[in-house]
């Protein structure tokens, strides 16, 4: 089955907007790697400063895949020759990891 990874952003409020335009910008390398199986970004509702990124793996080496590859190269960059590199919107993050032991989709009408 399929791994789950979600990475715990702490974001705080006069950084909200900045996070979700970058990833609405993104250059959306994770849609095209290999074993991707779907991503959302959640944004909180009331009592918490705390974003999460969800994705969902074929397999935990396909995640591994992408962080060494297309993921790196990605956070490696963004500033132009002679230009810093924006400063991260979140102030802190943590990656929780679990395996799909269960799961359902809606009943067909």
Partial sequence: MSVVKINVLTVPAEQRETLEKRFASRAHAVEN????????????????????VYT??????????????????????????GQERPRPAASGSTLWSFEVVQQAAPKSA
């Fill in 56 to 81: 969902r793996w074929r397999d935990e080496e396909s995640f591994q895949a992408w962080m060494e590859g297309p993921m790196k190269a990605a956070h490696q960059g963004g500033a132009g020759e």
């Fill in 33 to 52: 790697s290999d074993g991707f199986e779907w991503f959302e970004l959640l944004r909180p509702v009331e009592g918490t400063d705390t974003y999460l």
